[in-house]
């Protein structure tokens, strides 16, 4: 009974873990049809920032803002100067991201050196918490609860705010949105630099978990990979979905066939792909 | 003129050996050789077909860990293993290839990204079957006909040999009838459809084809290395064919030869002199993009123009993608 609990709060974590990451791929890909190969990379240096202000004596509010502010900034900096010059070519943009994920994951190993470095959680995150006669790992639920704040501020953002409206009415019709009036280009730095900032806010919170170790990167990018293409490209009730369905999974298939944990990934994506080619939420067709 | 050329090449190429200086310079010309096996398959969908793949490096792992494990843990002979593995990475092309075809464009690249990372994992985590994070090595050359291909100089005439096959049957293949049924699904595949060609078919034969073709690359790899682990099927290995590919000029027969080259060179020469030839690499692929686009034959193309001598290599700049938004095929 309590395998099963602790197996499905795990999977919660993880699952709002990949949120965090999925969230902002998905909003980059639903408005400027970029896959953003980068995204694992902003997500491993998000981590390796927070580490290093934990490392300094900061808390872990700290280490989040600063990742966030961190990898936000070099989000807008690599949209500005690379991605923009390269606007509508698909292959150009794959391998500029590419490239950009390599530099970053090379200069986090000469920075941050090898070795796996564990992260402990917050102290009153510490240690188990106890409810209904059972123990729960506090951290985790800390860390389900933190997805959902995120999730619900996207939401929020994308849906009460004008600015959401601007950003919404884009991924509808590019076209039909700039003749309106919105300004398309601005819009792009913004996604852009939320969505990294998500990705380095999402490894901070991993990190207690997963710890942060080089390769962080080429691990988690194929995980929000799947979950978009399950929960469908630029939705965000997509990746919120398929973030937890592939938590689930990969969690359950890690514990019950840990050698094929990454091959049962497969199977979801192989079914959603020949029934609903567009993902669970998928409007758009790449 | 384009013949000469083709004629300095081939001598070049079949005396390597004897001026090359030192078993050095002849094993990374077998390294850059087999690299342009890699690209000039993975090539086939990026270039003709127009699908671009980032999974690729999932073909050259399960040929050679098919092959490997079945002369290591079986005791099989080089020729059956050999067919096993090509069989075996066929087969599960045919098998992506369903899958990542219900996709066109970023999700198809998404797809087969993933798709390669699933193999990667399967290698990295299964232990029992793959030796994990070690891999495995103890394997040894072939020896066709009784000839010992250890020694780099026969190691390499034999690579040059199966290139130049596999080069041949390209060149033959793309130029074919279906070759251009290929190219129409890639410039216009709404109207390739309206014209009864069933576009589906053609690009799933094409994606097979070159599963096949990387799987052959693959055996050659694993020839030269005497090894093989997870490291070689990673996300950074499929993004170095593909660059490859694309720095050289995709959908062009010379463009993944000169592409592979490039990047090879470029990769022993950096490795030798600086410790972070990954950050260079990485800043590579950027600048390849930024300033080269449509790839070293395009590029060539462009000065050739420019200098007015008529070095325009037609037959082969008109096989190039069509920009988009081009309304007719240029056949």
């Known amino acids: 009974m309590s395998f099963w609990l602790i197996q499905s709060l795990n999977s919660l974590a993880l699952g709002g873990v990949l949120f965090t990451l999925a969230a902002g791929f998905s909003l980059i890909f639903g408005l400027m049809r970029i896959a953003n190969l980068s995204h694992g990379a902003y997500f491993m240096l998000g981590a390796y920032v927070g580490l290093s202000v934990l490392d300094q004596g900061y808390g872990f509010g700290w280490a989040i803002l600063a990742a966030g502010l961190a990898v936000g900034v070099l989000g807008a900096v690599v949209e500005r100067l690379i991605l923009r010059r390269l606007a509508g070519k698909t292959l150009a943009q794959v391998l500029a991201t590419l490239g950009i994920a390599f530099i970053i994951a090379d200069a986090s190993l000469w920075v941050w050196g090898g070795d796996p470095r564990p992260v402990s959680a917050p102290g009153f995150l510490r240690g188990a918490m106890h409810l209904f006669g059972l123990t729960f790992p ?60 998500l ?50 999974i990969y969690s359950f298939g890690q514990v019950l066939a840990p050698n094929l944990a990454y091959f049962i990934l497969f199977l979801p994506m192989v079914v959603i792909l020949a029934a609903r080619p567009r993902g669970l939420f998928g409007r758009l067709s790449a | 003129m384009r013949r000469l050329l083709l004629v300095a090449l081939a001598a070049a190429a079949l005396t390597l050996p004897l001026w090359a200086g030192g078993a050095y310079y002849v094993n990374l010309a077998s390294q850059v050789m087999i690299a342009a096996l890699f690209a000039m398959s993975l090539n086939l969908l990026v270039g003709y077909a127009g699908l671009t793949s980032l999974g690729h490096a999932g073909y050259l792992g399960l040929s050679a860990y098919i092959s490997g494990w079945l002369m290591l843990r079986l005791g099989w ?44 994992g399967v290698a990295y985590r299964w232990a029992d079957m793959t030796g994990g994070d070690n891999g495995l090595s103890g394997l040894t050359r072939p020896s066709p006909f009784g000839i010992d291909l250890g020694p780099p100089d026969r190691f390499y005439f034999f690579t040059l040999g199966v290139l130049v096959v596999v080069a041949g049957a390209i060149a033959i293949w793309v130029r074919s009838p279906f070759g251009a049924s290929i190219r129409a699904t890639r410039d216009q595949a709404r109207r390739a459809s309206a014209l009864g060609f069933n576009v589906w078919l053609i690009r799933w034969l094409t994606f097979v084809v070159s599963g096949f073709l990387g799987g052959v690359a693959g055996l050659m790899y694993v020839y030269y290395h005497q090894f093989i682990s997870p490291h070689s099927i990673s996300l950074a290995n499929s993004a170095e064919m593909l660059l490859m590919v694309i720095a050289g000029g995709p959908g062009t027969l010379v463009g993944p030869v000169l592409g592979a080259t490039l990047v090879v060179l470029l990769k022993n020469l950096a490795s030798a002199y600086v410790d972070r030839w990954v950050m260079l690499l990485g800043i590579v692929y950027v600048l390849i993009v930024l300033f080269l686009p449509g790839g070293i034959v395009a590029g060539l193309d462009r000065l050739g123009t420019r200098l007015g001598r008529g070095a325009r290599l037609p037959s082969r700049t008109s096989e190039a993608p069509a920009p988009p938004g081009a309304t007719e095929a240029s056949h």
Do not use: E, N
């Open chain 1, 138 to 197: 506090a951290y985790r639920l800390a860390v389900l609860a933190i997805s959902i704040v995120i999730a619900l501020g996207l939401w929020l953002l994308l849906d009460k705010t004008r600015l959401g409206v601007m950003i919404r009415a884009s991924v509808d019709d590019m076209q039909m949105a700039r003749a309106m009036g919105i300004p398309a280009s601005r819009l792009f730095t913004i996604v852009f630099c939320l969505g990294a900032a």
């Open chain 1, 199 to 248: 990705a380095g806010i999402g490894g901070v919170i991993a990190a207690p978990i997963l710890s942060v170790y080089p390769g962080m990167d080429a691990d988690m990018l194929p995980l929000a990979l799947v979950v978009v293409i399950l929960g469908g490209l630029g939705s965000l009730a997509g990746a919120f979905v398929g973030s937890f369905l592939i938590g689930f």
């Open chain 2, 77 to 120: 002979g080089h020729g059956a293993a050999a067919a096993a593995a090509l069989a075996g990475t066929t087969a599960m092309a045919a098998l992506f290839g369903l899958v990542a075809l219900r996709a066109s464009g970023i999700s198809f690249l998404m797809i087969t990204l993933a798709l390669g990372q699933i193999l990667w």
